[in-house]
């Protein structure tokens, strides 16, 4: 088994005891056993228009570029970094469909491809995981990209 194997089934093994000692709540509304119920998902800061089209400033090749939430709200923050840095896998999905719901409601077709933000390999042996390339998997399949 690697190294990185390993440190994902010990982060696994201590957020599965700590959960039983600590029960998960929502981020949003503190209710028992889920950390985002769906009153709360449906209340996420969601940003609209989610399509900001660039002219000349833009990089080459960068058309455009789509947001789902606003990262400053506190409830979005601590989202993304307790799947960050946490390890919170189970948060992957409702963020994940935010993006769905995004990429959905822009005048732009679907994407051709869908990539993952490279994660340094320091970075992926602490975390055991990248999560950018975990949404970056499940867009693409929830899209059939």
């Known amino acids: 088994m690697s190294n990185q194997g390993l440190v994902h089934i010990l982060k ?3 957020h599965v005891f700590l959960d039983t000692l600590f029960p998960c709540r929502c981020y949003g509304c503190g209710v028992y056993d889920t950390f ?3 009153s709360c ?11 900001t089209f660039f002219e000349s400033s833009a990089p080459p090749g960068l058309d455009s570029l789509t947001s789902a939430l606003f990262f400053r709200a506190p409830i979005v923050s601590a989202l993304i970094h307790d799947f960050k840095f946490r390890g919170i896998e189970t948060l992957l ?5 935010t993006l ?3 990429v959905e409601h822009t005048p732009l077709p679907l994407p051709h491809i869908i990539t993952a933000v490279p994660l340094h390999p320091r ?5 055991g995981y990248n ?4 949404i970056a998997t499940t867009l ?6």
């Open 140 to 145: 693409a399949l929830k899209l059939n990209t």
């Open 41 to 51: 998902f449906k209340l996420l800061p969601r940003r609209s228009p989610v399509t």
């Open 123 to 127: 970075r992926l042996r602490d975390r």
């Open 36 to 38: 985002l119920c769906d």
């Open 93 to 97: 999905i409702p963020l994940t469909q």
């Open 100 to 102: 769905i719901e995004a």
């Open 12 to 14: 696994t093994t201590y």
């Open 131 to 134: 999560q950018s390339a975990l």
